[in-house]
């Protein structure tokens, strides 16, 4: 009988004291500056580059080749390799040439061809030079449609060991 009288008062003092116990609030986190995850990265030597969310929830950045070039490529991990159209190439007066190789995109197939450059400016950061695919998006029905210049792809993020912050619109990458 004894026994059943500790156990019995054990478990109501474990109903009384427990919810006390697990509701006690801890100590409070304290509030992280606002600009940490950029010093943070900036000391480990990553350029901050601002990104726009559109309105189909992608994400496009400004960039500058070989020093004067302006053009949009959205961000993309769906993209293995990062491409320009030709179209905008010819309006920027950038030249190409063939590889003798094709590019697919679902069903599509066209001629792939690359660009060489003597430098890309991304937010305040020059990489390059770089040697980068093309293609005329027109010629390819999941392109057909985009208004951007370019997609900068997963070979390019994983290259520069990109962090995107989506609740800030920004992508870190690291140049050297």
């Known amino acids: 009988m004894k026994m059943k009288q500790i156990v019995g008062a054990l478990a109501l003092l474990s109903l009384v004291v427990l919810p006390f116990i697990a509701t006690s609030s801890p100590d409070p986190v304290p509030p992280m500056p606002e600009d940490s995850l950029d010093e943070a990265l ?11 969310k559109t309105a189909m929830n992608e994400y496009e950045l400004e960039a500058v080749i070989n020093g ?18 030709s179209e905008t190439l010819d309006e920027l007066g950038l030249e190409y040439d063939e590889t003798g190789q094709e590019f697919r995109i679902g069903g599509d197939e066209e001629d792939l061809m690359v660009v060489r450059t003597d430098s890309m400016t991304i937010g305040n950061g020059r990489i390059g030079p770089e040697e980068l695919f093309v293609i005329e998006f027109d010629d390819f029905d999941a392109l057909e449609d985009s208004r951007v210049g370019g997609i900068l792809g997963r070979e390019f993020l994983v290259k520069y060991g990109a962090i995107m912050d989506f609740a800030e619109n920004k992508l870190y990458i690291k140049t050297n």
């Open 42 to 52: 900036a000391s480990l030597g990553y350029m901050i580059i601002p990104m726009r």
């Open 68 to 85: 004067d070039k302006k053009i949009t490529l959205e961000v993309s991990l769906q993209s293995t390799t990062t491409i320009l159209d």
